[in-house]
Structures are given as C-alpha cells and as structure tokens.
C-alpha cells in the first residue's frame, strides 16, 4: 500500500524547501529548485505542529546551527540498512564530519564505504539527516544528493574547514 504525503513549502533566505509528510512524521525533504511549490493545506493539527518543527530545524541547518527540536521522520522507505545509516548520520554534530568508511565502521560494514555513499544519496531528508557531513577518503567532498554548492555551503556555515576539493 502506498503512503500519500502532504506536501508544504518551507521559504527561506536560501529558497524554498519542499516538505513532505506521512501520518507519521516528515517523509522527504527537497532542496529548492527554482520554482514555487503550491502551498497545501496540512490536514492534520499535528503535521502544522511538524512543519512549524521542520522550519524551524531547516533555518538552523542553513545558518550552522544546532538543530534544537526535530520533527518525527519517518523513513520507513528506506531498507534497514540506510535506516542504520541515517541513524549513524543523525550522531554527526554541527560543525563535526565523518568519512564514508568511519560511518562504514560504526554501522558494522567495515569495507562498505560505497554502500554507505548509495545510501547517503538515497536519503529522503538530507539537510535533517546531515549527509553533507560525511566526506570521501582523504578529506575530500565527495558527493550530495543536492550538489555540491550546497555541500561546501553548509559545511562553510557550520565552520568545517577540515575537506578538501
């Protein structure tokens, strides 16, 4: 069975996110893409109680900060092993990275650097679930699902210094 998610727009400075919710949290996350979404009427109390959280915890990300309150997330889409992976991910503080194969170590896949690469571009709410905070081998960026301007971006707002090109 199929969930149906609510969609909502998250304006910022930085452009406009797209949020989506499930009956049980936030689901997907879309970085903005230049267009206006069409604003949706949440039909529940607690989803408006879940984007007031998930605006408030994206302005904080864009401006290298600490999220204070996180929305529930739902990411019941993922395979169990991404969710391992974007619970290891939810660990790395503000300001703090990991490489691929330290992320690989922590969720028992010592030799799964790759894997973990697969699974920080299928995660549904990058920004929330910092995979800009993990670097490839050497310091280097490595990928984002979002591109690498908003990549360098966040780690430059979080005063991460330690990547390299």
Not at 51 to 77: C, F, K, Q, Y
Not at 97 to 108: C, D, H, M, N, Q
């Amino acid at each position: 069975m199929k969930t149906t998610l609510q969609a909502c727009p998250v304006p910022t400075g930085e452009g406009t996110f797209l949020a989506y919710y499930s009956d049980k949290g936030l689901a997907r996350l879309d970085f903005p893409n230049g267009k206006q979404p069409k604003a949706e009427e949440l039909p529940k109390a607690e989803m408006k109680r879940w984007h007031e959280l998930t605006a408030r915890a994206i302005a904080e990300v864009i401006n290298g900060r600490p999220i204070t309150l996180m929305p529930p997330l739902d990411v019941s889409i993922g395979t169990e092993f991404q969710r391992d992976v974007w619970s290891a991910l939810r660990k790395i503080s503000c300001g703090k990275t990991k490489s691929y194969s330290e992320i690989a170590a922590l969720v028992g896949k010592p030799k799964g650097a790759r894997a973990i690469g697969n699974a920080c571009g299928a995660n549904p709410i990058p920004l929330l679930i910092p995979c800009h905070r993990v670097l490839a081998s050497g310091g280097r960026l490595g990928g984002f699902s979002s591109g690498l301007d908003w990549k360098r971006k966040l780690l430059q707002r979080e005063n991460v210094t330690n990547y390299r090109e």
